[in-house]
């Protein structure tokens, strides 16, 4: 009986006598990873040679005849419709290879054209209270998602405050104190009025530089 080896290229058994491989396709396959000719520099510049004195130049892809593959395959594949597999397959495989997309660096920071100096007004900073989150959501309910003012229902939404936000804290977050508006008649109803008394600083930057100041 013939001793099992072991393919030095795919790990397999095999029976046969004095060989490396089980097969000549794992053969090739190993030489072509170890000791492929074609890519050692002497040769590969032999094949170069013998090229340009044949005028088959073209054939060979040169640096620049690489770069410009790339751009025409680019052109080909701009706004090439996807299936969502598809998309969720690139999005897989990106993540799998480390791949992160690229920030805008020209729309970050100071560079952005709507840049303030990095501050918001301390109203805003309150949308993103779950205490608000929660007095919105009811106020909404109880108006049955419709504007109070003109009769519209749906659309974009506001919450619009009875009693002052800045002058009454305490009914900040009371539904009984809130009142559903759409967007047009909401700022219909502010336009033109006099910043309520007791508003305190209008950004948080302001705040922080003057924390006695109560809003």
């Not at 040679?49 to 751009?71: D, F, G, I, N, Y």
């Not at 929660?134 to 749906?154: H, I, M, N, S, Y």
């Amino acid at each position: 009986m013939k001793t099992p080896r072991i393919c030095e290229q795919c790990g397999n058994e095999y029976q046969k006598r004095g060989l490396r491989f089980c097969s000549n396709s794992c053969r090739v396959t190993f030489v072509n990873l170890h000791n492929n000719v074609a890519k050692r520099p002497e040769v590969r510049s032999k094949i170069a040679a013998a090229a340009r004195a044949s005028s088959r130049q073209a054939q060979l892809m040169t640096p620049a005849a690489r770069e410009k593959a790339v751009k025409a395959i680019g052109e080909a594949l701009r706004n090439r419709p996807l299936t969502p597999e598809h998309r969720a397959a690139i999005g897989r495989g990106s993540k799998l290879a480390g791949c992160r997309p690229p920030r805008n660096l020209h729309l970050v920071g100071p560079t952005h054209p709507n840049w303030k100096g990095g501050t918001s007004t301390l109203r805003n900073a309150d949308f993103k209270n779950p205490a608000y989150k929660a007095f919105r959501a009811a106020v909404l309910e109880q108006d049955d998602w419709t504007c109070q003012k003109c009769g519209k229902r749906g659309g974009r939404l506001h919450v619009h405050h009875i009693k002052s936000w800045a002058e009454f804290p305490d009914l900040r977050y009371d539904p009984a104190n809130g009142s559903t508006r759409c967007h047009a008649c909401h700022h219909a109803e502010h336009r033109g009025q006099p910043r309520p008394k007791g508003a305190g600083p209008r950004t948080l930057a302001a705040r922080l530089l003057n924390p006695a100041v109560v809003a």
